[in-house]
């Protein structure tokens, strides 16, 4: 009987959280995770579902942006052993370093390129440059 | 359908931008520093934004990283709705549903961080799955934050969305083809009509070609046949004379 005053308990939560669903106004709009929902072969009338995949990505990301905010904390928090190069703007920004730590725990790989160069030899030795 | 690719290409792009200030994190935020480069000079620079990145001529050069999250995101739904519909493909069923959706957080979840919360429990009850329930404490203690901007609803009938075609069963057609299953939805009526076209042309050019083969006469010079027959060379043609590099050989020998 407690087995299945708990089982109702939890589907009476479930469909009480995707009725909600239909109040609660996700970040991504549904016309654009719809799009992408039509451009990966996902076909569903139900608009919930729709809503319960943008607030899955709308997870999936704060959580990957709380874990950047940390990296970045920590990178700021870390004592700096030449005074000169301390930032002086103590602000919090976001970059791709603290993003792609972020990332590589959930299995993204990004990688960013550090600088780009005008030709193969730019920034070689001039000697160097002639060979 | 231009349109609407206009539409969705506007809609992205403000949530790149809506992302951004979002990710603009609790201290407030300031556009990223200009990535140095080493100019032909080899002296450091600054670069000058690129086209792509700069929204408009004067304008502050976008940060990569709130592009590159925007851009994850867009992944994430893409790869949560193809494994939500593998699901649902591989029980016979067109349209998904919310196993089809739990099943794919919890694959994307295993993969990605190598396993969830009752995952070792594979007799589990998908309704009960951590995943939902994750979902569930989100909505209820996250801020509720729309999008920033007003959208443009698509002109039309309002409030219907596309329904999709029916299935052979549901149509109580037979698929042309014996490998096609039945629980797919119908081809177009259009494919129909080429594909009974396609065999009739099939069936006309073996015709014509087994004429062709016949009518080969002994010095192997094709006879003429009726007009109307594609790829078929008139019989008296003008002789065509040429040869290769001949205008390099003639500057050689000074012609």
């Not at chain 2, 009739?200 to 073996?206: D, N, P």
């Given at each position: 009987m407690n087995n299945e005053g708990r089982q109702h308990d939890d589907d009476s939560a479930l469909t009480e959280f995707l009725s909600s669903?239909?109040?609660y106004t996700p970040t991504i709009p549904d016309e654009l995770v719809e799009h992408y929902l039509s451009r990966s072969g996902?076909?569903?009338p139900d608009l919930r579902l729709t809503r319960l995949v943008a607030v899955a990505a709308q997870k999936f990301i704060s959580d990957v942006a709380s874990d950047a905010l940390q990296h970045c904390k920590a990178r700021v928090a870390a004592p700096v052993k030449d005074k000169s190069k301390q930032p002086k703007d103590k602000r919090l920004v976001l970059t791709m370093e603290d993003l792609s730590k972020a990332l590589r725990e959930y299995g993204v790989n990004?990688?960013?390129?550090?600088?780009?160069?005008?030709?193969?030899?730019?920034?070689?030795?001039?000697a160097s440059r002639e060979e | 359908m231009e349109e609407a690719a206009v539409e969705l290409d506007a809609l992205h792009r403000l949530m790149k931008q809506h992302l951004a200030l979002r990710s603009s994190l609790k201290e407030g935020a300031?556009?990223?520093a200009k990535p140095l480069t080493i100019n032909d000079n080899d002296t450091i620079g600054e670069r000058s934004p690129s086209p792509k990145s700069a929204a408009a001529p004067g304008s502050p050069p976008r940060s990569p990283a709130p592009s590159a999250l925007s851009d994850v995101a867009a992944l994430y739904i893409e790869a949560l709705a193809r494994s939500a519909a593998g699901h649902a493909n591989?029980?016979?069923r067109t349209d998904s549903n919310l196993l089809d959706l739990v099943r794919a957080l919890e694959e994307l979840e295993a993969a990605a961080c190598g396993g969830f919360l009752g995952g070792s429990d594979p007799p589990r009850l998908l309704l009960r799955s951590s995943k939902l329930t994750e979902l569930m404490a989100f909505v209820r203690d996250a801020d509720e934050v729309p999008f920033a901007k007003p959208i443009r609803r698509r002109a039309g009938k309002g409030g219907e969305r596309r329904r999709a075609p029916p299935s052979f069963v549901e149509a109580g057609k037979e698929p042309p083809m014996p490998h096609v299953p039945r629980w797919?939805?119908?081809f177009p009526e259009s494919w129909e009509g080429w594909g009974r076209r396609g065999e009739?042309?099939?069936?006309?050019?073996?015709e014509k070609e087994e004429e062709m083969a016949v009518g080969m006469g002994m010095d192997g010079v094709v006879k003429r046949e009726e007009s109307g027959v594609a790829g078929?060379?008139?019989e008296e043609r003008a002789r065509v004379r040429f040869r290769i590099g001949a205008g390099s050989d003639r500057r050689r020998r000074g012609r």
């Open positions: 669903l239909m109040d996902f076909y569903c990004l990688k960013h390129q550090e600088y780009f160069a005008d030709s193969s030899s730019t920034g070689m030795d001039p | 300031r556009p990223l591989d029980r016979g797919l939805p119908c009739k042309e099939m069936a006309a050019k073996e078929v060379l008139p």
